[in-house]
């Protein structure tokens, strides 16, 4: 019998399979950031006092309103409030309690600050994307052919809205290392 983190996980998996066209045709980049992005919520949430199991969650869905059927441009501006459209009939398939999918829902609805969880996933999100040359390449070339040459400068912009100390210890070495791969120093 899965448990709520394995039916989040699996879930990731099958709503990028079906859509991966915010994933630059290739699924498996959000489903490894979203991943990361797990483990590095998990690391924030080592020097704070968190509900881990909903961090989880949200951490693995925070970018699954980018599987949901619409344009990139449309994906682009309002993913993180079409992660509840995506995610609404499995929700109940989840065991847990009233408070964690009232916190959950408000967070796939696109309030990245209705809980301690959802802000540290959003931090989470910003870090893990320093750490993943991949999903850097994929990014800087989608939008490099959409006209967006700033990108990569606009993700680095990111870090001025991380919340708490230990994110912005965290980001330090992945944000070098990417400023030094891509010659942004």
Not at 98 to 109: G, H, P, S, T, W
Not at 129 to 158: H, M, N, V
Request: proline residues 2%; charged residues 35%.
């Amino acid at each position: 019998m899965e448990d709520n983190i394995q039916k989040a996980e699996r879930f990731l998996r099958e709503a990028f399979v079906k859509n991966p066209g915010y994933s630059f045709g290739d699924p498996e980049i959000m489903i490894g950031h979203s991943r990361t992005v797990r483990d590095v919520s998990l690391q924030i949430a080592e020097r704070m006092e968190c509900d881990k199991e909903l961090l989880e969650i949200m951490a693995l869905w925070h970018d699954i309103g980018k599987a949901h059927e619409a344009d990139w441009k449309v994906l682009r501006e309002r993913h993180d409030e079409l992660g509840y459209e995506v995610t609404k009939d499995i929700l109940p398939e989840l065991n847990l309690s009233v408070e964690q999918k009232e916190k959950l829902v408000a967070f796939l609805r696109g309030d990245l600050n209705s809980s301690s969880e959802a802000q540290m996933a959003k931090d989470a999100d910003i870090i893990a994307f320093f750490a993943d040359e991949k999903l850097q390449a994929a990014l800087k070339k989608w939008a490099d052919g959409k006209g967006f040459s700033s990108e990569l400068q606009r993700k680095i912009a990111g870090v001025d809205r991380l919340r708490f100390e230990i994110s912005k210890e965290l980001v330090k070495h992945p944000l070098e290392a990417m400023k030094k791969y891509w010659n942004l120093l």
